[in-house]
């Protein structure tokens, strides 16, 4: 559903992302983690389209991001780490906005957008200015736009942020039902509880380079640890050190 091959982007002399190499199949949460700057927000850009990679490519659902970006994004959700809004519109005319750009019928829209602003407890406010949203209303904003055309792949940068418990157990219940009806997840978040929780496979990205990639069970057997979470594994692989 998801291949990224010897995927690179270079910034002037930097190497923000070097060679990736990376397959994530249908209805799989895939998690990525790595330090900060380690390019993980750099290859989400590019998976969505918004960076053209320096080398490589990548594919969603047999798609060429860069050779067909209109077909790839019509398959695509993407959740950015810091969305940008417009806060002049009403929610509820945000969500149409969004509808036009993914050729979503009106009556697709209607059913779609009622059922997405009552999921995400956003349905009272669907006429009032984003301008007037918390920073948590926004983040369920984007994330409902993101849902609303029926993406079979989900792009999301740390989809944490802004989100106070209640909102973090409902995306956690929403991506686990997400994945059992088929859409693939592929997310990015320092919130290493959270991914080890829910993600069925983890890669550790760290100075551009996919240093390791398995399953929990699979780091830890690379990282030499037997009872340790997934921070012990991580602090391990990207600095060599486990938690004191």
Known sequence: MIELR???????????????????????????????????????????????PTEGSVRIDGINVAKEPEAAKKRMGYIPDRPFLYEKLTGMEFLKFTADLFEVGDGRFR?????????????????????????????RLIISSALLHEPKVLVIDEPMVGLDPAGIRMIKNLFKDLSVR?????????????????????????????????????LKQLAQVKEGDLEEVFLILTEGEAVP
């Open 6 to 52: 010897n995927l690179t982007k270079k910034f002037g002399e930097v190497i923000a992302v070097n060679r990736l190499n990376l397959s994530v199949s249908q209805g799989e949460i895939f998690g990525f983690i790595g330090p900060n700057g380690a390019g993980k927000t750099t290859t989400l850009r590019m998976m969505s389209g918004i960076l053209a």
């Open 111 to 139: 059913e779609r957008s009622e059922s997405l602003l009552k999921q995400f407890s956003l349905y009272a406010w669907r006429d009032e200015l984003i301008e007037s949203y918390s920073h948590g209303m926004r983040q």
């Open 182 to 218: 088929g859409t693939t997840l592929f997310m990015s978040t320092h919130t290493l509880s959270f991914a080890e929780d829910l993600c069925s496979r983890i890669g550790v990205i760290h100075k551009g380079r996919l240093i390791a990639t398995g399953t929990i069970e699979e």
